[in-house]
């Protein structure tokens, strides 16, 4: 099975809208079996949260299964458990990198910004519409860093038949 976790800063906005779309994702080519999906925050402040309203109205828009997810603070535990940490900006990145620093790592882990898998290259971080609103904007960054990670991973590992 392959973990894959996407993080952000309070889990309530990037990082769940990440989840379900990568989850959608997975389940319309049958890799459920196959590929874990789960998303945490930095921080802690929204611990057992829904998605934030924002989040939620341009998931149901899109047709895309939010429910069950709750947010939930990055934990040390999940280093050595997920294989793919998938993070949305910089500061993210900054923040996983000092724990994996911090703790005794049993496993190799891929660490990467989302973007780095879109096919749009005009944008490096996906923006925290918490801040900024712009939640249809950072659906389609999303979305695009989903499918392109997606795509990776059955490369990587020779599933899901036909990569192209």
């Known amino acids: ?12 906005c990037r990082s769940p809208m990440a989840e379900a779309v990568f989850r959608k994702l997975v389940k319309q080519e049958r890799l459920n079996n196959h590929i874990f999906i789960d998303s945490a925050g930095t921080g802690g402040w929204h611990v057992g949260k829904p998605p934030h309203q924002g989040t ?6 899109h047709g895309v ?32 990198n000092r724990l994996l620093q911090s703790i005794k790592q049993q496993k190799d882990n891929y660490v990467a910004k989302l973007l780095e898998f ?8 996906v923006p925290d519409p918490y801040y900024v609103g712009g939640f249809d904007k950072v659906y389609d960054l999303i979305e695009d860093g989903c499918k392109g990670l997606l795509t990776t991973i059955k490369k990587q590992h020779s599933i899901g038949g036909d990569s192209d």
């Not at 879109?118 to 971080?125: G, I, L, N, P, R």
């Open 118 to 125: 879109a096919t749009d290259k005009s944008y490096e971080d």
């Open 65 to 96: 299964d939010y429910q069950g997810i709750k947010a939930r603070q990055l934990h040390p535990d999940d280093i050595n458990r997920f294989d793919y940490i998938i993070v949305m900006d910089q500061e993210n990145l900054e923040n996983v």
């Open 56 to 61: 939620q109205d341009i998931l149901q828009e």
């Open 1 to 12: 099975m392959i973990h894959v976790l996407f993080v952000c800063l309070g889990n309530i």
